[in-house]
Each structure stands twice: as structure tokens, then as C-alpha cells.
């Protein structure tokens, strides 16, 4: 199963939806449907949350530390077979030593008292690489444990999830990316929005990432309502 990240972003009265797909032709697609029909709410399983994730490179993968989470998410529904799609797949790795990276509002950027960020990468000037986790496959077996590239061993609640890398160009790039950082905003962070720093060359570390606007959007999609959510601009 591939992993994916969406944004829907308001264009011109409408939305865009931006679909990236990870695998060896790794590519991004566009298009303007501007239905909630290619999105799915996964209800009441366990799920891992990578939203604001770090993540260690590897061989051209990204192997992030994400939190598991119980409750309701959102997910690209990438269907499949006989009416299989990522909550199902999900469903099935309880038994089956895995799980999925979905979605859901991390406390931690929600304002007044979260202690992290969005902090967005313009279009025209991020060169920098980031992982993108919606539909990404996670490894139970790594929760608490040792995992290459982590100084110290995972905790309980803890997963290691497996997600493509998107290199910004922004020579091409029609809309920037927002990763998770710390809050209160520090100029210093917005490092991770240049190549130097964050790159797809094994070792080096980068952040989950998804176009401009993709939280406010599934938050919506999910919940109904958009809370507000800590944000840092360059």
C-alpha cells in the first residue's frame, strides 16, 4: 500500500486537491474535484499520528516516530480489491502487527497552550525534503524499542511509521508545505525549509510535511469546525 498526502487548498472559489503518492515514480498529481468523496473517516480504532513527527532518512525512506492514537481519523480512502480501502487495511493490522498512519488534530498545535507550530515553507524559496505520512504502513513491533537514527528508544504510545520524501522545487512548486516546530515561533526552525538542512540523503533527519493548508482542511473534514492552530510564517 502506498502512502500518501493531501492538501485541498481554496482556489479561486473552489479547492485543489493535491495528491502526492509515494513508490519509486514518486509524483505529484493535481486536480479540481472539489468533493469530500476521495477522504475517509476511520471511527473508533487505534491509528498512529504523524502529523508532527520527526523522521530519520534511510535509503531514500523516511522512518518517522509517531503517537499512537485511539479515537476517529481521516485518510485518503485508497481503495482497493473488494471494497478494501485504508480503514480496512487498518482494521486488519490490529491482528497483524501494523497499523496506518491517518489523521487527526494534534493537541500539540492547538492554540493557546500547545508548545508546537505550523510552520510554512513558501512556494517560491523551500527547497527542503519532508516526509509525508497519510496512508504510510507502521510497525508494532518497534513501540518502546530501539529504532537506527533515534538516540533513545521509542516510549510506550510510540511507532515507528515508513513514508515517502518529497524535495521541494521551487522552480515548480505552485503551493509551499507546513511542518510541525516549536512554539513560541523560533526564526531558527524555518532552517528545515532548505535542502542544506533537510535533504533525502540517509542520515539525515527531516519533519512530516503536507501542502499548505492540509490541516485546516482535514480538521474540517474530520470535525465539522477548524480549530485555531498555531502557525509561524517566515
Not at 50 to 76: Q, T, W
Not at 89 to 104: L, R
Not at 158 to 168: D, E, G, L
Not at 190 to 200: Q, V
Amino acid at each position: 500500500m502506498k502512502a500518501f498526502s493531501i492538501s485541498r487548498l481554496p482556489i479561486g472559489g473552489g479547492f485543489a486537491l493535491i495528491v502526492a503518492a509515494g513508490g519509486p515514480a514518486y509524483a505529484e498529481k493535481a486536480a479540481t474535484d472539489s468533493s469530500s468523496s476521495n477522504f475517509i473517516v476511520c471511527s473508533g480504532q487505534t491509528y498512529a499520528l504523524c502529523a508532527v513527527a520527526s523522521c530519520f532518512v534511510l535509503d531514500g525512506l523516511a522512518y518517522c516516530e509517531c503517537d499512537v492514537m485511539s479515537g476517529n481519523s481521516i485518510s485518503l480512502s485508497d481503495a482497493f480489491g473488494n471494497g478494501e480501502n485504508v480503514c480496512s487495511v487498518n482494521a486488519e493490522g490490529a491482528e497483524n502487527g501494523y497499523m496506518v498512519s491517518t489523521f487527526s488534530v494534534p493537541d500539540s498545535v492547538l492554540a493557546p497552550d500547545g508548545n508546537q507550530a505550523l510552520y510554512t515553507c513558501p512556494a517560491g524559496t523551500s527547497s527542503g525534503a519532508y516526509a509525508q505520512c497519510d496512508g504510510g504502513l507502521c510497525f508494532a513491533s518497534t513501540e518502546g524499542k530501539s529504532f537506527p537514527g533515534f538516540s533513545s528508544p521509542l516510549n510506550d504510545g510510540q511507532i515507528i511509521c515508513s513514508c515517502p520524501i518529497t524535495v521541494s522545487d521551487p522552480a515548480t512548486a505552485r503551493i509551499g508545505y507546513q511542518i510541525a516546530g516549536p512554539y513560541p515561533c523560533q526564526k531558527s526552525f524555518f532552517k528545515n525549509c532548505n535542502r542544506a538542512t533537510a535533504n533525502n540523503k540517509t542520515g539525515a533527519q527531516i519533519y512530516v510535511g503536507a501542502p499548505t493548508g492540509s490541516a485546516r482542511l482535514l480538521a474540517g473534514l474530520l470535525n465539522g469546525s477548524v480549530p485555531t492552530l498555531n502557525q509561524c510564517l517566515p
